[in-house]
């Protein structure tokens, strides 16, 4: 079902699901949702499951005509959605009707907004991910960002939407401080006490080389022993890369599949969508966890997700 | 040099590296490439996808369903055990090429900076084989090992904006195939009609780890029949089992 025509794409409104895995072996990077979160609850929201494709609108929002009534919801960062001119509640299920316009104004808070539809965005899949990594051309829409009189399809509808708005305590609040958990490793033994030191201790700042591939910061520079260069091994999503500069590059949803500079430490699941939602100018600071810690607060963002999934009506009630 | 026992390395709480040793090193790299098909045969629950680059393997899991302790318990016999993984035998890939030219812009540099003649850089890249270490950087880009040391030469000092796909580059002691159109930095001396990455393919990328690639010099007109018969998906790449001994003097 024809859902939306795009009008003005925005400045990068990308499909995207939750990642192509298996074929990193062959080059292929993972792709998918910055914040996961986001992606994830926006398609319990409009009666998904969760894991289907929606939009991926970064700062300046598209604005798209709908061209048959359907439920949307939108999570993620608030780039002041409206539906027809009136503001649009995000983190809710939400009636859109045929010849209604979705458009977006100022970003209020965070970088990432996501835009899902009931039945998911249907675009053909890639090597099993709907996911578009522009740079090779691969999945979602001919493998690029929306452009104008783009067509939008979706999936078959089934389930119902939850049009009351999400209670509070799911909505996370994007802060310009931020501080991330880390698991130390894989080469934390590459730097000299002073370097983690440093990494643990100190304020880094998000700067403008801030994109889906990897966010690059600026602050104290973290000393290794004896040079950044590794002989070229995987790279973990949230792994933090330290070059020969000493400055760290936390790798995310496009990172490359392999590279050769070491990495001092992993941010942990739960914490990279809020640094997919951090701007230039915010500050980040990094505090080492274990791995148990690590799996506890995994368990925990699992029974959120699941504690959201029951408040979605089921299909018979 | 190869570890005594692997090492288990955290890469966060999703994935864990399984590093064989430092260096590069084509029997080091087979330890790599051996578990990465074992935990493939094996099936291993919980097991998301798993990554073989030089020296480590990265795997991914979904640790609701294993968490990492028990996955080392169920890779360490399987990392330890040598040689003893059915490895399907290796294959030569042919790489037709044409060599210099525009095809090949930087042929004559890479003659001149080594004191040697175009024809003889040509015969010293396409005499041999070279073992396909791993793959990344962008899709279905090989890392390959194995260049003669005679017609090594440095990067250039500014990348290129745009070097065409197919584009065969030598960068230190490496040489490898541009899958798509990219910015880059290698020496260019060359060019094959090969499709080395397309995504509705199963697997997508031409060459695979553990392989061999020869690059066979071609004229223009058989680079251009090859092309054709490419569009007509009438090409039959040619390739023959490995009989040769891993080698690698670049290292």
């Known amino acids: ?317 | 040099m190869i570890y005594d026992r692997p090492k288990f390395l955290p890469g966060g709480d999703s994935a864990l590296f399984v590093e064989f040793g430092d260096g590069i090193d084509p029997e080091l790299n087979r330890r790599v490439r051996e578990l990465h098909l074992a935990i493939q045969e094996a099936g291993l629950p919980g097991v998301v996808e798993s990554v073989p680059s030089y020296r480590s393997l990265l795997v991914y899991y979904d640790p609701r369903l294993v968490c990492a302790e028990d996955l080392m318990a169920e890779l360490d016999p399987l990392a330890r055990q040598e040689g003893e993984s059915v490895f399907p035998p290796p294959m030569v890939i042919e790489i037709p090429t044409i060599y210099g030219g525009h095809y090949g812009q930087d042929l004559d540099f890479v003659a001149r900076h080594n004191g040697l003649s175009p024809e003889e850089v040509i015969c010293l890249h396409s005499e041999r084989e070279y073992l396909i270490y791993m793959l990344g950087f962008i899709p279905g880009f090989a890392y390959l090992g194995g260049v003669s040391p005679r017609i090594r030469t440095p990067r250039l000092a500014t990348p290129r904006a745009r070097i065409p796909a197919g584009s065969v580059g030598i960068a230190e002691s490496q040489t490898g195939i541009y899958p798509a159109e990219s910015p880059g930095g290698w020496r260019i001396i060359g060019r094959t009609p090969l499709e080395l990455f397309d995504p509705a393919k199963e697997p997508p990328a031409l060459l695979q780890a553990g392989n061999y690639v020869r690059f066979a010099p071609v004229s223009d007109r058989e680079f251009i029949k090859i092309r054709e018969q490419i569009e007509q998906t009438t090409y039959r790449l040619k390739q023959h089992p490995f009989t040769g001994e891993a080698r690698d003097e670049s290292v």
């Open chain 1, 1 to 317: 079902m024809k859902v939306f025509e795009v009008i003005q794409p925005g400045f990068l409104t990308t499909v995207q699901d939750r990642g192509r895995y298996g074929y990193q072996q062959y080059g292929v990077p993972v792709s998918g949702a910055m914040d996961c979160y986001a992606l994830t609850v926006a398609n319990l929201l409009a009666g998904n499951d969760e894991g289907e494709a929606c939009l991926e609108i970064s700062l300046l929002g598209p604005r798209l005509l709908v061209m048959n009534d359907t439920m949307i919801a939108i999570t993620g960062a608030d780039l002041s959605p409206t539906l027809h001119g009136r503001p649009l509640c995000m983190w809710q299920g939400v009636e859109a009707r045929c010849g209604d316009i979705i458009s977006f104004g100022q970003p209020a808070r965070g970088c990432r907004s996501y835009l899902a539809v009931a039945g998911g965005i249907d675009v053909p899949q890639v090597m099993g991910s709907r996911s578009t990594y522009v740079r090779s051309g691969i999945g979602g829409l001919e493998g690029r960002p929306l452009h104008s009189g783009d067509c939008i399809y979706a999936g078959d509808t089934r389930a119902r939407a939850l049009s009351a708005r999400l209670s509070q305590e799911y909505i996370p609040e994007y802060s310009a401080e931020n501080t991330l958990r880390v698991i130390l490793g894989p080469q934390h033994d590459r730097f000299t006490e002073k370097g983690i030191k440093t990494f643990l201790s100190c304020e880094y700042t998000v700067t403008v080389q801030a994109d889906r591939m990897g966010c690059r910061l600026e602050g104290p520079l973290i000393e290794h022993k004896a040079g950044a260069d590794i002989v070229s091994d995987g790279i973990p999503p949230g792994a933090v890369q330290v070059p020969a500069d000493g400055l760290p590059i936390i790798m995310l949803a496009d990172r490359q599949t392999t590279g050769g500079y070491t990495k001092i430490a992993t941010v942990i699941t739960v914490d990279l969508p809020r640094l997919a939602q951090a701007q230039p100018g915010d500050r980040i600071r990094f505090v080492a966890i274990d791995g148990s810690e690590g799996r506890r607060l995994l368990s925990e963002y699992w029974n959120t997700i699941a504690r959201i999934q029951q408040l979605i009506p089921s299909d018979g009630g």
